[in-house]
């Protein structure tokens, strides 16, 4: 046999090859295991003590022959070193070993410290120079609220069309442009978090967030087919949801951001944005469901205390639970056990109590933190009412309770500022045959949260507070074909706004607007103005744009007629429209067809708060339309109000800018008709200079000779002779 | 001024068509019947009878003596304008979908329709002017079959033998008929069926429409596309406006989904679109079914729209139409 190795004859040296296939030898000592905290003995007491060794190891599960231990010996002093070498048979026995008799009670004196001698070796060999860890070098992320030091204070919109999305801006018509077109491929949908901060997209793979000046991918959250995501309200966390239960195959990857096997299961999953750890996973099936209960999942499933303090979870008729973040343990160690509870809602945070908390935050002072407040509603059972509770949280004290009769259902829905909380509860006569709606309004800043009711006899399909104020709208309608909708069947209704009267400390009606189609009601974020909309019909789809203080410009003023400032600014219509969104201004509203609704002129158009159309593209295939969120303003109270105040001097700015930005478009616009026509004429004179004289003398020709002449031709059609005789 | 409303065929219109004087239009329908009008008053002044199946196509020689006709009883048939008369039918194996005359009348091109196994032909016939015009000869002057996607629309261009056509899969091309060779084509000038295409007063431009919902000019010598006119809805025809700078753009949704959408998504209406600008100027309501086929007086005076409705609708511009200038004072060479 040849000596492959070594033999470097031709002057090539394969000593690369040789070291990378080079056989690894098995080290041998992974059997071997060193045991300290041996008595120290005599030669004498040699035997008994190998025999007490042995049985103490073998007690242990660990078997073990006189003569495989090893006990060096002190040859000066005569007695042993106090430590012994065992070898086994394998390295599965040693590891038992070293499981099962480290830090092992000999005796009252003596512990056993069990150690891999490969381990002895290996710290015995260890470096002892200290290396300083190199420190790495600080890269600063781009700003996430960068969009918000737009110089023009613009906002921004995302479309998503086929497969194709894209951030635009919205201004001004020259300044409307596409900020960013990324590159994302094949996902489901995109949504923005409440702030605005990111963007998310939902991949087969799992979430990915987006954000940043550059559009960076800047988090990912491995949920499998997801399908729902739900950011909490500060932005700190993220629920997603799948159909499909979480399944951890063999040899996945596992660390704090990825599923383990203690999630299988689960299919709804808690993270945390900043460092895209997984929190907790649950199961949005209930004990005792029918597994194959095909009944609508509410969602959002968690529901966010304001503060992101708090998460809660309903499962209903029995109990709330309230999770606290981020440890996402149950708050006080146990649910809210609530027999029948059938929907839940947190008291949102508002201007006052943010300012508050910050207050609270920043100076020391004595007064605590208004605690978090949750509403609940719980129907009839057997002889008791039902019943809406108010609750404090955490503290857990009941602030307010109403009871109820002849209830049917029960819709919470609260002030954005959390001033007033609306019940809106369908009740139901005697017989039960008809229904009606009662409005039960809790003022939640007055002690003792008084009630008030407003009594309505139609349905109310649709409910909304104006944002920061105190007014409210409803759909309601007596339309009998309300209940089973059919194709083309449009629905009449009635439009109701209602104001708390500050004298009488009740709701009255400001306005109705009677027999609409109107089934969407879109305050501006601001509030003030309202839109109407005819959503999701095929015959109707008007907007109507509505402004609720026209006569004053000042709300305080107030002593003008009730209800007189109702104006109608502008009617407009969007063929098939399917969503209505403000954008976080209130300036403008946009309008969009979705492809996922139906297919009809897809698209979306801009319009002002008067109903004036900005732009409106029609694109098949469009699917989504979301305005950027806003976060709050940073602006102290004081601050904006003074910006109010000299709201005239800066605006004499932006008019000068308006009038500029016109005369600069008509300007390039005329530039660009000019060359398009010299374009055109030049193309013309080449091709009839082409075209040759003759021939546009002839076509010339034919056009001289247009003239009309008048001829008249007398013709002579028969001629008769006759003789007349007389 | 109030549209004329010529209601002489039974069923939706296939082709209409002014002759070079602009007095009369031709109309021609699914009802086997092709019409006659004053343009001026829309009055009937005869009818060209005969056909056995759906006149599919019409045209008109430059002097007004000769119409050719093209049907779905597979025959091209040429008529005496003046008196109705069938002067002279050629039997093919499949229907005739396309004809046009030449720039002197002297030649028909015509394209039959590629079924039951038979291909898509274009065939060109020498049109005799001698006598009373029932001696013609019964064989093609030149014949071919078009290779590829079938030819749906063509016309005679400036060059003596070279035709441009329109095909299914959305090409445009240039053949010489001796030869049957492709001069030049543009096979992405549209992405679906080509639907139309006129000619421009001096021949040296054209415009297509096509069901991609896009209309086209394009420069008959290289076929290069000057301007596009990109609408919501498939076209079925389109027109050059003379001595203003305006295309006119119809079409509307499939005839057969008609009856499951409502009136406003039908988008029934005669577009105008700037010619050069490839802005959309205005809209003309009055048709209850798709636009089939669009005419415009060769003055300029006056246009007509036919429907799948079965109607001819004949406009003639106010003075406003003439007078009005929307970019301002540009010159724009026709």
Request: hydrophobic letters at 35%; aromatic letters at 10%.
């Amino acid at each position: 046999m040849p000596e492959a190795t070594k033999q470097v004859d031709d002057g090539i040296d394969y000593a690369d090859i040789e070291n990378k296939y080079q056989v690894q030898y098995d080290d041998g000592f992974d059997n071997l295991v060193v045991v300290d905290g041996i008595p120290i003995i005599d030669k004498s007491k040699l035997d008994r003590l190998l025999t007490k060794i042995t049985k103490e190891f073998n007690k242990r599960g660990v078997s073990v022959k006189q003569d495989d231990i090893f006990l060096p010996w002190d040859d000066a002093s005569g007695k042993s070193k106090g430590y012994m070498f065992v070898e086994f048979k394998n390295e599965n026995d040693a590891n038992l070993a070293l499981v099962n008799l480290d830090n092992y009670p000999f005796d009252a004196r003596h512990t056993f410290r069990v150690n891999r001698f490969t381990d002895i070796e290996r710290y015995a060999d260890l470096d002892e120079t200290y290396v300083e860890p190199e420190l790495e070098e600080y890269t600063p992320r781009e700003h996430l609220r960068a969009w918000l030091a737009d110089p023009q204070g613009r906002d921004q919109y995302v479309t998503y069309r086929g497969d194709e999305v894209n951030i635009h801006w919205h201004g001004k018509p020259s300044q409307s442009e596409v900020a960013h077109k990324p590159d994302w491929k094949d996902f489901l949908y995109v949504a923005w978090s409440p702030s605005g901060t990111y963007i998310a997209t939902l991949h087969r793979q799992g979430v990915r967030l987006w954000g940043g000046p550059s559009w960076k991918p800047q988090q990912r959250f491995a949920h499998p087919l997801v399908k729902l995501i739900d950011f909490s309200p500060c932005e700190q966390y993220l629920v997603t949801w799948s159909n499909e239960p979480i399944v951890v195959p063999e040899g996945a990857v596992q660390g704090p951001q990825y599923f383990s096997p203690d999630d299988e299961g689960n299919n709804l999953a808690v993270w945390d944005i900043k460092s895209g750890d997984l929190l907790r996973t649950f199961s949005t099936y209930n004990e005792g469901d029918p597994p194959s209960g095909k009944k609508q999942m509410q969602w959002p499933a968690l529901k966010w205390s304001p503060d992101d303090k708090y998460v809660a979870r309903i499962t209903p008729g029995q109990m709330i639970s309230v999770y606290e973040l981020p440890s996402m343990y149950l708050e006080g160690k146990k649910s809210l056990k609530i027999e029948g509870v059938v929907d839940f809602e947190w008291c949102p945070l508002g201007e006052k109590d943010r300012e508050e908390t910050n207050a609270v935050n920043g100076v020391k002072t004595s007064k605590k933190a208004k605690e978090n407040t949750l509403a609940y509603w719980t129907p009839e059972v057997q002889n008791q009412p039902a019943r809406v509770t108010l609750l404090a949280f955490p503290s857990r004290a009941i602030m307010r309770q109403k009871n109820l009769f002849n209830v049917t259902e029960c819709k919470l829905y609260w002030q954005n500022q959390g001033d007033f909380l609306c019940v809106k509860v369908d009740r139901h006569t005697k017989t039960k045959k008809s229904i009606f709606c009662n409005l039960e309004i809790f003022r939640m800043r007055e002690k003792d949260c008084p009630v008030e009711v407003v009594e309505l006899k139609d349905t109310v399909m649709d409910f909304s507070w104006e944002p920061k104020g105190e007014r409210f709208a409803i759909v309601s309608s007596s339309d009998p074909n309300l209940g089973n909708p059919g194709p083309g069947v449009t629905i009449k209704t009635d439009v109701s706004f209602y104001q708390l009267d500050r004298s009488k400390n009740d709701f009255r009606l400001l306005r109705t607007l009677p027999s609409r189609t109107s089934n969407a009601i879109r305050w501006s974020p601001r509030g003030r103005h309202v839109v109407l909309a005819t959503v999701g019909s095929s015959s109707k789809s008007e907007l109507e744009f509505w402004d609720l203080d026209f006569n004053s410009d000042d709300r305080k003023e107030g002593a003008t007629e009730w209800g007189s400032g109702i104006q109608l600014l502008g009617t407009a219509d969007h063929y098939g429209v399917t969503d209505v969104e403000w954008d976080p201004s209130g300036r403008y509203l946009a309008t969009s067809a979705s492809a996922w609704t139906h297919t009809l002129e897809n698209g979306y158009a801009i319009w002002d708060f008067r109903g004036q159309e900005i732009v409106k593209f029609i694109q098949d295939r469009f699917k989504q339309f979301i305005w950027r969120p806003r976060p709050p303003t940073l602006l102290s109270k004081e601050k904006q109000k003074q910006i109010r105040k000299n709201l005239r001097e800066y605006s004499r700015a932006f008019d000068e800018e308006d009038a500029a930005e016109e005369s600069n478009v008509s300007a390039e616009l005329i530039a660009l008709r000019k060359r398009l026509v010299d374009e055109w004429n030049a193309w013309r004179i080449l091709r009839k200079k082409e075209l040759g004289e003759e021939r546009l003398q002839k076509l010339k020709g034919k056009e001289d000779s247009k003239e009309e002449i008048e001829v008249w031709v007398d013709e002579v059609i028969e001629q008769t002779e006759e003789i007349i005789t007389e | 001024m109030r549209p004329i409303l010529l209601q002489g065929h039974e069923r939706s219109l296939t082709q209409i068509k002014f002759n070079a004087d602009g007095d009369l239009l031709f109309s021609c329908s699914k009802d086997n019947v092709i019409n006659v009008w004053y343009s001026h008053n829309g009055e009937r002044l005869g009818t060209y009878e005969g056909t056995n199946g759906t006149v599919w196509t019409v045209d008109v020689d430059p002097e007004s003596k000769y119409l050719i006709s093209g049907a779905a009883d597979n025959t091209l048939r040429l008529w005496s304008v003046r008196t109705g008369k069938n002067l002279y039918t050629w039997e093919f194996p499949t229907a005739v979908k396309r004809v046009a005359f030449n720039e002197n009348g002297t030649r028909v091109v015509c394209i039959t329709e590629q079924r039951m196994g038979h291909q898509c032909a274009i065939r060109v016939f020498q049109i005799s002017h001698e006598g009373d015009g029932t001696k013609q000869s019964k064989e093609p002057l030149y014949m071919f079959n078009p290779i590829g996607s079938k030819a749906t629309v063509c016309a005679f261009t400036l060059t003596p033998d070279v035709i441009i056509t329109g095909h299914e899969s959305g090409k445009v091309a240039l053949f010489n008929v001796k030869s049957g060779e492709e001069i030049d084509n543009n096979e992405r000038a549209h992405s679906d069926v080509v639907t139309d295409l006129q000619m421009s007063k001096d021949w040296t431009y054209c415009i297509t429409s096509s069901k991609d919902k896009a209309a086209r000019i394009h420069d008959t010598k290289n076929l290069m596309v000057i301007k596009t006119f990109t609408t919501e809805t498939p076209l079925n025809s389109a027109a050059l406006a003379p001595n203003r700078p305006y295309v006119l753009l119809g079409g509307g949704q499939e005839a057969m989904n008609v009856t499951t959408t409502s009136l406003r998504q039908g988008k029934f209406e005669t577009r105008f679109w700037h010619k050069v600008f490839e802005e959309e100027i205005g809209r003309v309501k009055g048709h209850f079914g798709p636009i089939n086929t669009i005419a415009v007086h060769p003055a300029g005076t006056s246009y007509a729209s036919g429907g799948e409705d079965g109607f001819v609708r004949v406009h003639h511009f106010d003075d406003s139409y003439f007078k009005a200038k929307p970019y301002g004072d540009l010159e724009i060479i026709d």
